[in-house]
């Protein structure tokens, strides 16, 4: 028996020898495979798991650029934005902690600091009671708004104090100091971030700039890390936009054509001033200009700039492209004389003034000075169909104004092979053609200034963040008619006033030049008939050498149209330009064409 069990123990040595060393191979492949995961992990990161780690750890917030500001002439302030921040906390993480930790002020060690010592350094950050603020971060809301509009210098404090659950969220307000100065072509903002009109609008890339941010490390119980990553992406603000505006004379440009506007109940009225050296427009007024910080207070229709929105028929004043292509051409100068009836028909069309008179001999001058259709018929059957439409065409119109606005009105020129046997002549006297005002005072911009064309410029410049300024290059000029007969033309408008029947443009002290227009206005249901008349007057000075243009038009006002005139309102604010821009009295002798054959 004895040997049986002998033997017995003896077999199983080897079994139990096999089995532990089977137990440290599992043992020692575990260790092994551990390990590498360990190496990949965190030696090799082949998945990322340690970025992936980090991501989830890491919380932005932005900081927005701060909105270019548009600038008038002389830098003052038209529209800017202001940085303000909203102070938020997520109760849930502010509740529930007693206690964390920050840098201390030298940044040298991390330091305790208890919930209401926080809350203390927050009101007093805040300038608001302790227990509001306290009322303000409890809870079991992810999102609660404890402070609005924080001005920057606050912001950054509270962000120092690291306080659990409390963040801030950057915001732009935009603020418009002069209200309702220019405010049309200003502009205003969509939800208080995107240009809905205006300048706002057209220049919107420009004037954003690109936000900034702000990234930061938090651990799983949310709370900010003190020494984890802090991240700092300044904003690009944006670049300020300078206009060729004159704030002030834009001011007095308002008031004037609103008060004559109230005075005959038009239904709306503009005014126009262009520097015609440059082509600045330095006043373009609307009546009922909205104010871009509350622009609902004014209906939708008064919200743009109809001086480069609204075409409509203009009338006399286009009396003076007929002249000047006239003269161009070689088939009239200013002293020719035309024998006229009361009324003249040509190809079964009867055309009459808006005076009765009797046969007259007229000069072209006179024709011009006392607006007469009979004469400008007569007159510009010199010229062909083709000619006709060619020198409208030179003239700009049909041609939108690049300005940098919104809906700009190209107006509406047919073809001349499309003419009616009536429009091949209403043409010539500003009906059958449709412009907006700012077309009309280009054209009579390339007339003062010697037959160059400058187109019209709004924007002057765009300044960068660190005063960098960069012109807007003007567009190329256009020498339209020579110089010869852009004197020409000069004096025939300048005898309008001296001689003819524009006496209410005149100036003391100064020479002018100007020409009216009236013009039937059609019903805006689109039905036959017209609903009023659109009256203007658009004029330069001095006549030594034009400086200004104004233009002043009343679409509808109430009344007898003859009894209407712009002529007190075209004065004053020529008067304020004149005196604004500093220009010279006149010292020359005014031109004084006879208005009639001698």
């Given at each position: 028996m004895a040997q049986r069990s002998g033997k017995a123990v003896n077999s199983k040595v080897p079994n139990a020898t096999k089995r532990l060393r089977l137990g440290l191979?599992?043992?020692?492949?575990?260790?092994?495979v551990v390990g590498g995961k360990l190496f990949l992990v965190q030696g090799l990161d082949v998945g990322g798991m340690a970025e992936a780690a980090l991501n989830s750890r890491m919380k932005q917030?932005?900081?927005?650029?701060?909105?270019?500001?548009?600038?008038?002439?002389?830098?003052?302030?038209?529209?800017?934005?202001?940085?303000?921040?909203?102070?938020?906390?997520?109760?849930?993480?502010?509740?529930?902690?007693?206690?964390?930790?920050?840098?201390?002020?030298?940044?040298?060690?991390?330091?305790?600091?208890?919930?209401?010592?926080?809350?203390?350094?927050?009101?007093?950050?805040?300038?608001?009671?302790?227990?509001?603020?306290?009322?303000?971060?409890?809870?079991?809301?992810?999102?609660y708004i404890v402070a609005k509009d924080v001005k920057p210098d606050v912001e950054d404090r509270i962000s120092q104090l690291q306080i659990p659950g409390i963040v801030t969220e950057g915001i732009s307000k935009r603020v418009y100091p002069n209200g309702s100065v220019a405010g049309g072509i200003i502009g205003f903002l969509q939800d208080g971030t995107t240009g809905q009109a205006g300048?706002?609008?057209t220049q919107d890339e420009l004037l954003k700039g690109s936000d900034g941010k702000r990234l930061f490390e938090i651990g799983a119980d949310g709370l900010r890390i003190p020494v984890g990553v802090d991240e700092l992406t300044p904003p690009q603000d944006g670049k300020d936009v300078k206009l060729t505006l004159n704030s002030d004379l834009q001011y007095f440009a308002q008031q004037a054509i609103q008060s004559q506007s109230d005075k005959l109940g038009a239904e709306w009225g503009v005014i126009i001033v262009m520097d015609v050296k440059t082509g600045n427009l330095v006043a373009m007024a609307d009546t009922n200009s909205p104010d871009p910080n509350d622009p609902g207070r004014v209906?939708?229709?008064?919200?743009?700039?109809?001086?480069?929105?609204?075409?409509?028929?203009?009338?006399?004043?286009?009396?003076?492209?007929?002249?000047?292509?006239?003269?161009?051409?070689g088939k009239a100068k200013?002293?020719?004389?035309?024998?006229?009836?009361?009324?003249?028909?040509v190809d079964g069309q009867t055309f009459s003034d808006s005076f009765a008179h009797g046969t007259e001999e007229r000069t072209l001058a006179g024709i011009l000075g006392y607006s007469m259709n009979t004469g400008t018929v007569m007159a510009g059957q010199r010229l062909s169909?083709?000619?006709?439409?060619?020198?409208l065409k030179k003239f700009g119109v049909g041609e939108a104004p690049d300005i940098g606005l919104p809906a700009t009105a190209s107006g509406i020129l047919t073809p001349w092979e499309q003419w009616d046997g009536r429009q091949e002549y209403t043409v010539l006297f500003g009906q059958g053609v449709s412009q907006s005002t700012l077309q009309t005072v280009r054209a009579f911009q390339s007339i003062a200034n010697n037959g160059v064309m400058l187109q019209p410029r709004l924007i002057d410049s765009?300044?960068?963040?660190?005063?960098?300024?960069?012109?807007?290059?003007?567009?190329?000029?256009?020498?339209?008619?020579?110089?010869?007969t852009a004197q020409q033309v000069q004096d025939i408008l300048e005898s309008a006033v001296t001689e003819g029947q524009i006496k209410d443009a005149a100036i003391d002290g100064y020479r002018v030049g100007a020409k009216t227009g009236t013009s039937e206005s059609p019903c805006d249901d689109g039905k036959s008939g017209f609903c009023g008349y659109t009256a203007s007057m658009v004029g330069m000075a001095p006549m030594d050498d034009p400086r200004f243009i104004v233009e002043v038009v009343l679409q509808r006002p109430k009344g007898s149209i003859y009894g209407i005139t712009n002529g007190p309102v075209f004065r004053s604010v020529m008067s304020q330009a004149l005196r604004t821009y500093n220009v010279q009295p006149s010292t020359g002798e005014p031109a004084r064409l006879p208005q009639f054959a001698k």
């Amino acid at each position: 028996m004895a040997q049986r069990s002998g033997k017995a123990v003896n077999s199983k040595v080897p079994n139990a020898t096999k089995r532990l060393r089977l137990g440290l191979g599992i043992m020692l492949t575990l260790l092994l495979v551990v390990g590498g995961k360990l190496f990949l992990v965190q030696g090799l990161d082949v998945g990322g798991m340690a970025e992936a780690a980090l991501n989830s750890r890491m919380k932005q917030t932005v900081l927005p650029a701060e909105r270019g500001s548009i600038l008038d002439s002389r830098g003052t302030v038209l529209a800017n934005s202001v940085i303000r921040y909203n102070v938020v906390v997520d109760q849930r993480v502010n509740t529930k902690t007693e206690t964390f930790k920050r840098l201390d002020d030298a940044k040298e060690k991390l330091v305790d600091v208890s919930r209401e010592q926080g809350l203390t350094e927050l009101a007093a950050a805040l300038g608001m009671e302790k227990d509001a603020i306290r009322e303000a971060v409890t809870g079991q809301q992810p999102y609660y708004i404890v402070a609005k509009d924080v001005k920057p210098d606050v912001e950054d404090r509270i962000s120092q104090l690291q306080i659990p659950g409390i963040v801030t969220e950057g915001i732009s307000k935009r603020v418009y100091p002069n209200g309702s100065v220019a405010g049309g072509i200003i502009g205003f903002l969509q939800d208080g971030t995107t240009g809905q009109a205006g300048i706002e609008q057209t220049q919107d890339e420009l004037l954003k700039g690109s936000d900034g941010k702000r990234l930061f490390e938090i651990g799983a119980d949310g709370l900010r890390i003190p020494v984890g990553v802090d991240e700092l992406t300044p904003p690009q603000d944006g670049k300020d936009v300078k206009l060729t505006l004159n704030s002030d004379l834009q001011y007095f440009a308002q008031q004037a054509i609103q008060s004559q506007s109230d005075k005959l109940g038009a239904e709306w009225g503009v005014i126009i001033v262009m520097d015609v050296k440059t082509g600045n427009l330095v006043a373009m007024a609307d009546t009922n200009s909205p104010d871009p910080n509350d622009p609902g207070r004014v209906a939708a229709k008064d919200r743009g700039v109809r001086a480069v929105t609204a075409a409509y028929e203009p009338g006399s004043v286009e009396k003076m492209m007929t002249a000047a292509a006239l003269i161009e051409e070689g088939k009239a100068k200013p002293l020719d004389t035309f024998t006229l009836g009361p009324t003249y028909t040509v190809d079964g069309q009867t055309f009459s003034d808006s005076f009765a008179h009797g046969t007259e001999e007229r000069t072209l001058a006179g024709i011009l000075g006392y607006s007469m259709n009979t004469g400008t018929v007569m007159a510009g059957q010199r010229l062909s169909k083709e000619q006709r439409y060619d020198w409208l065409k030179k003239f700009g119109v049909g041609e939108a104004p690049d300005i940098g606005l919104p809906a700009t009105a190209s107006g509406i020129l047919t073809p001349w092979e499309q003419w009616d046997g009536r429009q091949e002549y209403t043409v010539l006297f500003g009906q059958g053609v449709s412009q907006s005002t700012l077309q009309t005072v280009r054209a009579f911009q390339s007339i003062a200034n010697n037959g160059v064309m400058l187109q019209p410029r709004l924007i002057d410049s765009y300044v960068s963040a660190d005063g960098t300024e960069e012109k807007v290059p003007a567009a190329e000029p256009r020498q339209i008619v020579s110089e010869d007969t852009a004197q020409q033309v000069q004096d025939i408008l300048e005898s309008a006033v001296t001689e003819g029947q524009i006496k209410d443009a005149a100036i003391d002290g100064y020479r002018v030049g100007a020409k009216t227009g009236t013009s039937e206005s059609p019903c805006d249901d689109g039905k036959s008939g017209f609903c009023g008349y659109t009256a203007s007057m658009v004029g330069m000075a001095p006549m030594d050498d034009p400086r200004f243009i104004v233009e002043v038009v009343l679409q509808r006002p109430k009344g007898s149209i003859y009894g209407i005139t712009n002529g007190p309102v075209f004065r004053s604010v020529m008067s304020q330009a004149l005196r604004t821009y500093n220009v010279q009295p006149s010292t020359g002798e005014p031109a004084r064409l006879p208005q009639f054959a001698k």
